[in-house]
């Protein structure tokens, strides 16, 4: 059973453009979300992460929003840039427990178009 | 942040034999973490490794078939015994730096194996 669920595979935009990555989860008892990006042959590289005490959090181009009653939350990335070419993670957080484990989703290739 | 190496960085195995994937971590880390990510698939944790104890695994993954070393506070291995194609995948090392609430995972750039 996949808790955590991007279900758009890729996405393709034009550079200066919005991109928008979606999430959604299964789990209410999820309560901190991070998004990671992944070049290929890399690691994924942590980008941003919200509480669920919040619905919006931004770091310069990059904003994360979260909808806790509809379990899901978005990635908003303004502008686009062609080195934002990668694939993205969202990944939940259970509070408690000795690891708080990730659960990460499929992810999405974002391409950005010059 | 925390940077991470792993070694391999790829491998080509044949089918039944083992292979032992290293990492190694810049700053003493509490825990190490294993993920595994399947082909179109997410990562997937396999187990968390701890200084000084018996890894922890997830379910579906048992220490037989992903031993796990700790030796020290910087460094773990992972490996994979009796491989099948189904092993086929990227395996990712990571640590988490911060708080346990709150702290953000690093990883490793990954170990790609494939079995012919």
């Known amino acids: 059973d996949q808790q955590v669920k991007q279900n758009s595979p890729s996405l393709s935009v034009q550079e200066g453009r919005i991109s928008i990555l979606n999430c959604d989860y299964t789990n209410s008892m999820f309560d901190y979300f991070l998004w990671y990006k992944k070049y290929p042959a890399e690691g994924p590289t942590f980008l941003i992460s919200?509480?669920?005490?919040?619905d919006k959090n931004e770091d310069g181009r990059f904003t994360v929003f979260l909808n806790k009653s509809a379990k899901h939350l978005s990635l908003h990335i303004v502008p686009s840039q062609p080195g934002d070419s990668a694939v993205y993670f969202c990944?939940?957080?259970?509070?408690?427990?000795?690891?708080?484990?990730?659960?990460f989703g499929t992810g999405t290739l974002l391409a950005v178009q010059p | 942040s925390a940077v991470i190496s792993q070694k391999p960085s790829r491998d080509i195995c044949q089918r039944g034999t083992s292979l032992t994937i290293q990492c190694q971590v810049d700053s003493q880390v509490t825990m190490m973490f294993w993920y595994r990510q399947q082909p179109g698939q997410s990562l997937t944790l396999i187990a968390t490794a701890n200084q000084g104890s018996e890894a922890t695994y997830e379910s579906g993954f048992v220490i037989d078939k992903f031993p796990i070393s700790r030796p020290n506070l910087t460094f773990s291995t992972l490996t994979v015994s009796n491989m099948s194609p189904e092993d086929s995948s990227i395996y990712l090392c990571?640590?988490?730096?911060?708080?346990?609430?709150?702290?953000?995972?690093?990883f490793g750039e990954g170990s790609r194996l494939t079995v012919l």
């Open positions: 990944a939940a957080r259970g509070y408690g427990g000795a690891t708080n484990k990730l659960i």
């Open positions: 990571s640590v988490r730096v911060g708080s346990r609430d709150t702290g953000e995972l690093f």
């Open positions: 919200i509480s669920s005490i919040k």
